[in-house]
């Protein structure tokens, strides 16, 4: 936690900001430990204030370190007094706040030069340190034990919404608080559904099935996707799947630290286009992910940024014909230096059940 302070205060060294509010749950649980849902920090040069309300203090205090840990729940009236003790005439905030907690600090900062700022903290998360990649690792082994596990569960007649509350419980059972979104389990026709939610459809003889589910362990997060075939599959469905397959893993045969955004999305994205599928593939490559399942950095065509040695990544390419089936395969991967680790094991071979 301390060297994600110095960052934070390296940053706002480098931005000449003196003061800089946290608003975030999860930028605040990533700079202090605490979590919970009423919480604000304030960093300045010279000190770092956590304020919380009396429900969460005894915790508070239990499990913060270095920081002051004040109880209040009018934290706006704690920053003005550390701002006037400081005599600083400037706060940086983060401007995914409400327009009504604007106007509250405007009320409260009248003579405070309020200066917005996007993705602080968000920016030094998206480099995982040693902590967050082990646990980051155990959340992709329960899912991908779940994944396993569910291969004996899947047969004609269940539900969709049967397997997804099967994944959702196993990945409890074996330890995760939760899941990290709402679980996708699409059948046949729905499985052209890059997003379609587990429903009360019946899982028939020659559907495609999409999974794509992930947990919540210790506060991290998995994301994986694979697509099974119930009874049989067509020659069609088998070679857009190889298709998927190669793109997917000429991703990981080339992600690197020092990667372009554009490239990443590309190197798959050119595989799946020369097949002729290139229309069909309809969202980016993948995502950062961490504390949220979708974080910066994300990818698009004309993005010049580089990916950078830590970051966790997904790698989910697709095709989706609309109203016949649709084939995703997804798995994290964790960039460094001369290349990448995938973090998800389960198998990726085109499985028939």
């Known amino acids: 936690m301390q060297r994600r302070l110095e960052n934070l205060r390296q940053h706002m060294q480098e931005q000449g900001l003196a003061a800089f509010l946290v608003t975030n749950l999860k930028n605040i649980y990533y700079l202090t430990g605490f979590w919970g849902t009423a919480g604000t920090v304030l960093v300045t040069a010279e000190r770092q204030v956590l304020i919380t309300d009396d429900r969460y203090i005894t915790y508070a205090q239990s499990v913060v370190k270095g920081f002051e840990v004040v109880s209040n729940r009018d934290a706006l009236s704690v920053v ?5 003790d400081s005599n600083l005439r400037e706060l940086a905030f983060e401007d995914e706040v409400s327009v009504a907690y604007y106007h509250a600090m405007q009320s409260v900062f009248e003579s405070i030069d309020l200066i917005p700022t996007t993705d602080v903290v968000m ?10 990649l082990a646990t980051i690792q155990r959340a992709c082994q329960i899912s991908d034990q779940a994944f396993l596990d569910a ?10 919404l049967e397997v997804a509350n099967f994944l959702d419980f196993r990945m409890r059972e074996m330890g995760a608080e939760g899941v990290s979104f709402d679980t996708i389990a699409a059948s046949g026709f729905r499985s052209a559904m890059p997003h379609g939610r587990a429903s009360n459809k019946v899982i028939e ?6 999974l794509d589910f992930g947990c919540l362990y210790n506060h991290y997060v998995s994301d994986m996707t694979r697509t099974v075939y119930i009874g049989s599959v067509s020659d069609e469905e088998a070679e857009i799947y190889q298709t998927v397959l190669a793109a997917n893993q000429a991703l990981i045969a080339t992600a690197k630290a020092g990667m372009e955004y554009r490239e990443f999305d590309g190197v798959p994205r050119r595989v799946i286009e020369r097949a002729g599928y290139g229309a069909y593939f309809t969202h980016g ?3 950062g992910m961490g504390l949220d399942v979708h974080e910066p950095p994300y990818f698009r065509q004309t993005a010049t940024d580089t990916i950078q040695a830590g970051m966790v990544l997904t790698d989910e390419p697709g095709i989706y014909l609309e109203g016949r089936y649709g084939v995703r395969i ?8 001369t290349g990448c680790e995938v973090l998800t094991s389960a198998p990726k071979e085109l499985i028939v059940l």
């Open 330 to 337: 997804e798995d994290d991967l964790l960039i460094t230096e």
């Open 151 to 160: 291969l004996d569960f899947i047969k004609p007649g269940k539900t969709e």
């Open 80 to 84: 003005a007094q550390v701002l006037k």
């Open 205 to 210: 003889v020659g559907d495609a099935l999409t």
């Open 285 to 287: 490559i993948g995502h």
């Open 123 to 132: 920016g030094l998360r998206m480099v995982k340190d040693a902590g967050e």
